[in-house]
């Protein structure tokens, strides 16, 4: 079920719509598990009498509007509602989706600020070996996400240019520098770490399958 959020907590509000659902058996009711998964809460100040809605039609489009007690499961609603398009078997593969979600910053991902893990992962491809731009190095970056709906997210917020790759996963881009040095070093133990969780993660995952 979809919960009533209490008045003294603060969420996280996920709106989004879903383009031509009513022609689709399935989509409402799909996309309401999803919110029931990520424990989506009824916005109180959308209640009409009695009636409590997170999802409702307008003409043939499936608006949504639902709160999350954590932008982690904000996040990972989207996530998931996101990777449904894609789905083969999935009433809503095919369809339209549109999403407004609360701004992350980056770094917060990579740091798992707000996720359980790293979403994603940054590795140094090449630098140059003289200055590029006045005092500063080039260097080249490979940023791979955990998977294909985040690789959406993360292509949003790289800076135009950016080249990804056939699977969506890893996008190339670059970064000017000082100190190529100690910015490599840098990024060589961040990369080890990230690496490190998500193989715990993915080992923890195999052992609970």
Do not use: Q
Not at 52 to 81: K, P, Q, V
Not at 126 to 149: Q, T
Not at 151 to 167: C, N, Q, T, Y
């Amino acid at each position: 079920m979809v919960l009533t959020p209490d008045a003294e907590k603060r969420f996280w509000l996920v709106t989004g719509s879903v383009d031509n659902a009513l022609a689709t058996k399935g989509i409402r009711f799909r996309v309401y598990r999803l919110v029931a998964s990520y424990l989506g809460y009824y916005d109180p100040a959308r209640r009409v009498g009695d009636k409590d809605n997170a999802l409702w039609y307008e003409g043939e489009t499936l608006l949504i509007h639902s709160l999350f007690e954590t932008r982690e499961n904000a996040l990972m609603f989207d996530n998931a509602l996101h990777d449904e398009c894609i789905t083969a078997l999935s009433p809503l593969n095919g369809h339209n989706v549109s999403t407004k979600l609360p701004w992350t910053k980056v770094h917060e991902w990579y740091d798992a600020r707000v996720l359980v893990l790293p979403v994603m992962n940054i590795s140094v491809e090449s630098v140059s070996e003289d200055f590029v731009i006045g005092n500063r190095y080039k260097v080249n970056l490979i940023v791979r996400a955990l998977d294909a709906g985040f690789a959406r997210l993360i292509a949003l917020r790289l800076k135009e240019g950016f080249v990804a790759s056939d699977d969506g996963l890893e996008m190339r881009t670059f970064v000017y520098v000082l100190n190529k040095e100690v910015f490599c070093k840098c990024m060589e133990w961040k990369c080890k770490e990230v690496e490190k969780k998500w193989k715990e993660h993915n080992d923890m995952a195999s052992a609970v399958d």
